[in-house]
Structures are given as C-alpha cells and as structure tokens.
C-alpha cells in the first residue's frame, strides 16, 4: 500500500496530556509506573498471525487454543470464537502498543513535532484502557471490550495524516534551525525507514482489531470477517 494511499483524512482530537494520567496501572505483575509497566511489555516478543490463523480463528477451527473460552460458560460457537480473539487481543495489543509509544518517543528527530507528539498520546491512552479492562471470559467481558476496541479503532483513525503533519512540522523546523541551507529531508534515510516501519506496525494493529470489529457483523457471502476468501493476490496484482 503506497503512502499517499495511507494518509487519509480524519478528525484530529484534542491532545491528552500526560499529567492527567494515573501513575499506576492495573493487571500488572507489581506496582510500577506507567513508563516501568510500558518498557515491561514493550519487551515481550509481539506474536505473529498469519493470514490462515485469522481465517481460522474466525471459522472456529481454533477454539481448543488456549484462550478459548471454558465449555462451562454456555456460549456458542460465534460467542465463543469472539472471547477467544478478545481474549487474545486484550494480551497482544498492550505488546504492540507499548512498542509504538517508545519508537515514538526514542527517535529524537521527529519525537518532538507536536503532531507526533499526539500521536504518541493517542498510543498511551489506548494502552491505559486495555490494560485496564476486565478478562475477556463471558458475553458481558466480550461486549465490554468490543466498545472499547470500537474507540480504539476510532481514536487511531488520524494517525496517517496527522504523522503527514508532524512530517512537515520536522521538515519546517529543519529549515528555521539552518536558514534553508541544511540537509534535505528527502536525503534522510533514517527518518523514511522509521515512518516505513511505523506503518507497517501501524497496519498490523488495525488489521488485528478490524478484523475482530468485522466479525460483530452480519457475514457477508465470501467473507470471515474483513478476509474476502476468494481474492487472487495474483490478480490483484496483475491489475495493479
């Protein structure tokens, strides 16, 4: 998916400021700080999901797993697959969150635009609430944590564009700090590479989400989810 596709329009919302955030966090293995518990988890391996997996996982091929809900809860099969993925996805997203929120804040030439800035808050207030929510186990977790997910996805949606903006506040305070004279943005290698494997990342988690959001709606013929079961990569790619 090329960039320009990426940085679609969106909503900006009024930045969270950190002051306003408790220091503590709940479901943690001791008391620490929001950075401690952040750093902690950012260290754990993300774990990999491949195309088969999502498609199994919505079938229900996969409901002996580990998260899998007890056969005591009295579920169905569509309820049980949805507190299996939510259960899943209530462990893997303060992984791949907490990752994000130290890229972000660890790459000192775009760390400081305002716009990436936000970013990483919108990033910070996503993993306050997931870490917070209650273990996907039952119909009344799920639902819980199927809203929460619906404004996770929501909050996120600017992302692309207002990393477009933070982009051109870097590449505008470069020219102030060097009277026009300085190194060109283009010529940056460092700074591509990090935006390159920002939104791949980025990608991944909407993926994992989205596709958990989809499953709450009426099938659609073809369809698990958001995965159309019949798309040729080969004639996508053919028609390219």
């Known amino acids: 998916m090329s960039l320009m596709l990426r940085r679609v329009a969106a909503v900006f919302r009024p930045p969270i400021h950190a002051a306003t955030l408790p220091k503590l966090c709940s479901y943690s293995t001791k008391t ?6 952040v750093q902690r988890l950012a260290g754990y391996d993300q774990t990999s999901v491949s195309l088969n997996q999502y498609l199994d996982t919505g079938l229900g ?24 993925i939510g259960s899943f996805l209530r462990r893997e997203l303060p992984v791949r969150l907490a990752r994000r929120m130290l890229e972000l804040e660890s790459f000192g030439r775009i760390a400081h635009a305002p716009s990436v800035h936000r970013v990483r808050e919108w990033y910070e207030k996503s993993f306050i609430e997931v870490r917070r929510s209650r273990p996907v186990k039952c119909r009344e977790s799920e639902a819980e944590f199927y809203a929460l997910l619906q404004k996770v996805y929501a909050r996120h949606a600017p992302t692309l564009v207002t990393m477009a903006r933070g982009v051109y506040e870097l590449r505008e305070s470069l020219k102030e700090r060097t009277d026009g004279r300085g190194r060109d943005f283009e010529d940056m290698e460092e700074v591509h590479r990090f935006l390159d494997k920002f939104y791949t990342s ?7 989400i989205g596709q958990y959001l989809e ?26």
């Open 215 to 240: 499953l709450h709606e009426e099938p659609k013929p073809g369809y698990v989810g958001m995965i159309n079961r019949h798309t040729s990569a080969a004639e996508i790619t053919e028609h390219a």
């Open 202 to 208: 980025r990608t991944g988690i909407r993926i994992l």
């Open 61 to 84: 091929a996969l409901l002996a797993g580990r998260h899998a809900p007890p056969p005591e809860a009295g579920l169905s099969k569509e309820e049980s697959v949805l507190v299996q």
């Open 32 to 37: 620490e700080t929001l950075q401690e518990e």
